[in-house]
């Protein structure tokens, strides 16, 4: 009897990624529920369609999420996603207060999105460089796990759009949330905060700068619930200061937003950097720094309160709960010699963009003014964590007029790049702006068709003479077969690639040139 291999198509995917429907409703573990019974995992995209609903049965993960016509119900598991979520029903993808969500990064994520059906949750862990945003309330307070953990910002910036805010009013909630300048919340974080148990860290930052903001409780029964907000901007009513209690004025670079929703009065603590106090050392910040507040309206002013400098820990606090409820918070200088009113910010920066045209970048930014610039540096990165210098273009150095700048970028890299900008003072202190990605895409196109059960036709085009990789290869790794060529610029090559093996099995079919890489897997099935 002889036995006749033949192959059927499964699916096709960029970048060593693979595309899995949903066949039916179902368990996601359960291999009937996708099309070719392969149950998904970190390294496949999946597309729900036909108004199948699938149910995690266990913790699970994946890259990028089609929700066609369909709903994904995380349940009572982790859910770990390392792409985003597209399609009509990108919103029918619901969590409960049991559910966690990692949102994952091989490198080139783009932001993340947070589906309105995720809104009550149990844990939320970022590990992308280009964060996410979230544009309804995210509440994550019903259900707290036994380690108290239900934030875990590794890498990444929280966006609240839309003023949404951030629930964490169980008292269970770990006391110190740590943050930093490259994962924060940015927005509005509500804490519900026990008496006597030490000062509770709330996560807040703002453009590229995290700056937290802890409160503690000497007394006050029931909820004692707070909000906090974080602004990197002029403070609100900065012209307006009382120098009989703060003659160094105060800090013109950020402030608090503090908002008492119920309890009693607080003891307050503000976080600091080195950066923010240039030329001054920390004997003179022991000396001059308080915490500085006003209602909006009147001058900002010291409450009486006593108060501690930790210059190794980089923080203000009161020694113990404060009277004053005023909106508004920063740093304040008690010492005439210590005018931390004259540092601004040195540039302020109105808009940073990056655009793809013809194979290039368009880099542009405005300031709408600066002070003491010398000069600002382009900045490019492959993975958003290490950057190199492309360009160097001379500031305005003082001006109070909105200056515009621009620089192409004629050799940008292929795929998804990260571009910022740093500046520069005449002091060379340097600040930099927000992380902005660009999508470029590849210089060369692959595509694959079947033409019969044991040939694969592959075309193969390229505007740059390349070099390219071709294999065959087992899911085990094993290579079956393998070549190399070159492909020159702008002639399609058409390979076909026969494909006759005994065994039942998949195989995944691997094109590679310099400026892309594409995949296909297939499943050779035995018929006689």
Same mark, same amino acid.
């Given at each position: 009897?002889?036995?006749?291999?033949?192959?059927?198509?499964?699916?096709?995917?960029?970048?060593?990624?693979?595309?899995?429907?949903?066949?039916?409703?179902?368990?996601?573990?359960?291999?009937?529920?996708?099309?070719?019974?392969?149950?998904?995992?970190?390294?496949?995209?999946?597309?729900?369609?036909?108004?199948?609903?699938?149910?995690?049965?266990?913790?699970?993960?994946?890259?990028?999420?089609?929700?066609?016509?369909?709903?994904?119900?995380?349940?009572?598991?982790?859910?770990?996603?390392?792409?985003?979520?597209?399609?009509?029903?990108?919103?029918?993808?619901?969590?409960?207060?049991?559910?966690?969500?990692?949102?994952?990064?091989?490198?080139?994520?783009?932001?993340?999105?947070?589906?309105?059906?995720?809104?009550?949750?149990?844990?939320?862990?970022?590990?992308?460089?280009?964060?996410?945003?979230?544009?309804?309330?995210?509440?994550?307070?019903?259900?707290?796990?036994?380690?108290?953990?239900?934030?875990?910002?590794?890498?990444?910036?929280?966006?609240?759009?839309?003023?949404?805010?951030?629930?964490?009013?169980?008292?269970?909630?770990?006391?110190?949330?740590?943050?930093?300048?490259?994962?924060?919340?940015?927005?509005?974080?509500?804490?519900?905060?026990?008496?006597?148990?030490?000062?509770?860290?709330?996560?807040?930052?703002?453009?590229?700068?995290?700056?937290?903001?802890?409160?503690?409780?000497?007394?006050?029964?029931?909820?004692?619930?707070?909000?906090?907000?974080?602004?990197?901007?002029?403070?609100?009513?900065?012209?307006?200061?009382?120098?009989?209690?703060?003659?160094?004025?105060?800090?013109?670079?950020?402030?608090?937003?503090?908002?008492?929703?119920?309890?009693?009065?607080?003891?307050?603590?503000?976080?600091?950097?080195?950066?923010?106090?240039?030329?001054?050392?920390?004997?003179?910040?022991?000396?001059?720094?308080?915490?500085?507040?006003?209602?909006?309206?009147?001058?900002?002013?010291?409450?009486?309160?006593?108060?501690?400098?930790?210059?190794?820990?980089?923080?203000?606090?009161?020694?113990?709960?404060?009277?004053?409820?005023?909106?508004?918070?920063?740093?304040?200088?008690? !010492?005439?010699? /210590? *005018?931390?009113?004259?540092?601004?910010?040195?540039? +302020?920066?109105? &808009? =940073?963009?990056?655009? @793809?045209?013809?194979?290039?970048?368009?880099?542009?930014?405005?300031?709408?003014?600066?002070?003491?610039?010398?000069?600002?540096?382009?900045?490019?990165?492959?993975?958003?964590?290490?950057?190199?210098? !492309?360009?160097? /273009? *001379?500031?305005?150095?003082?001006?109070?007029?909105? +200056?515009?700048? &621009? =620089?192409?970028?004629? @050799?940008?890299?292929?795929?998804?790049?990260?571009?910022?900008?740093?500046?520069?003072?005449?002091?060379?202190?340097?600040?930099?702006?927000?992380?902005?990605?660009?999508?470029?895409?590849?210089?060369?196109?692959?595509?694959?068709?079947?033409?019969?059960?044991?040939?694969?036709?592959?075309?193969?085009?390229?505007?740059?003479?390349?070099?390219?990789?071709?294999?065959?290869?087992?899911?085990?790794?094993?290579?079956?077969?393998?070549?190399?060529?070159?492909?020159?610029?702008?002639?399609?090559?058409?390979?076909?690639?026969?494909?006759?093996?005994?065994?039942?099995?998949?195989?995944?079919?691997?094109?590679?040139?310099?400026?892309?890489?594409?995949?296909?897997?297939?499943?050779?099935?035995?018929?006689?």
């Amino acid at each position: 009897m002889r036995i006749i291999p033949t192959i059927l198509f499964l699916f096709i995917w960029s970048f060593g990624i693979s595309q899995i429907q949903s066949n039916t409703s179902g368990n996601w573990n359960n291999s009937g529920t996708w099309v070719g019974g392969i149950v998904p995992s970190s390294t496949d995209d999946i597309e729900i369609i036909s108004g199948h609903e699938i149910s995690l049965s266990a913790n699970a993960s994946v890259e990028d999420i089609i929700m066609t016509n369909g709903k994904l119900q995380i349940l009572d598991y982790s859910f770990s996603i390392y792409g985003n979520i597209s399609g009509a029903y990108s919103d029918s993808i619901i969590s409960t207060a049991s559910s966690q969500l990692s949102i994952e990064d091989k490198g080139n994520a783009l932001n993340f999105t947070f589906p309105k059906g995720i809104q009550r949750i149990q844990k939320i862990s970022i590990n992308r460089i280009a964060g996410a945003t979230c544009p309804h309330n995210l509440d994550l307070d019903d259900n707290v796990p036994n380690d108290s953990i239900v934030l875990i910002l590794s890498k990444g910036i929280i966006e609240l759009s839309n003023s949404s805010i951030l629930y964490l009013n169980s008292k269970s909630i770990k006391q110190n949330i740590l943050c930093s300048d490259s994962s924060f919340i940015d927005g509005i974080v509500q804490r519900n905060i026990p008496k006597t148990s030490g000062i509770y860290v709330y996560p807040v930052g703002d453009d590229d700068i995290c700056r937290p903001f802890g409160i503690g409780l000497q007394n006050g029964n029931g909820d004692n619930i707070y909000e906090i907000e974080f602004i990197k901007n002029t403070p609100v009513n900065n012209n307006n200061v009382d120098y009989s209690k703060l003659p160094g004025g105060i800090s013109q670079l950020y402030y608090w937003r503090h908002e008492v929703i119920s309890g009693a009065n607080t003891q307050r603590r503000i976080y600091y950097e080195l950066s923010d106090f240039p030329n001054i050392s920390n004997a003179n910040l022991l000396g001059a720094l308080t915490l500085a507040n006003t209602d909006g309206v009147t001058d900002w002013t010291t409450p009486t309160t006593g108060w501690t400098v930790d210059t190794i820990n980089n923080w203000v606090q009161f020694d113990n709960a404060n009277a004053s409820n005023n909106e508004y918070w920063t740093f304040g200088s008690i !010492l005439s010699s /210590i *005018l931390i009113e004259d540092i601004f910010l040195p540039i +302020t920066l109105l &808009s =940073f963009n990056a655009h @793809t045209a013809d194979n290039q970048v368009l880099i542009s930014w405005e300031t709408a003014s600066e002070i003491n610039n010398a000069f600002f540096t382009i900045e490019r990165s492959q993975d958003g964590v290490t950057f190199t210098s !492309l360009k160097t /273009i *001379l500031g305005a150095g003082n001006s109070n007029s909105p +200056t515009s700048y &621009s =620089f192409i970028d004629t @050799t940008p890299l292929s795929g998804l790049s990260y571009y910022r900008l740093k500046q520069t003072d005449y002091n060379s202190n340097h600040t930099y702006s927000a992380v902005t990605e660009v999508q470029l895409k590849p210089r060369a196109h692959i595509s694959f068709s079947k033409i019969s059960s044991s040939e694969i036709k592959c075309i193969i085009e390229s505007a740059d003479p390349d070099e390219v990789y071709i294999a065959i290869i087992r899911t085990n790794g094993q290579i079956i077969n393998q070549k190399s060529t070159i492909i020159f610029p702008n002639i399609p090559m058409e390979i076909i690639l026969h494909i006759n093996y005994s065994e039942s099995e998949y195989v995944i079919i691997y094109v590679k040139t310099n400026s892309i890489s594409q995949k296909i897997k297939y499943k050779i099935t035995n018929t006689q």
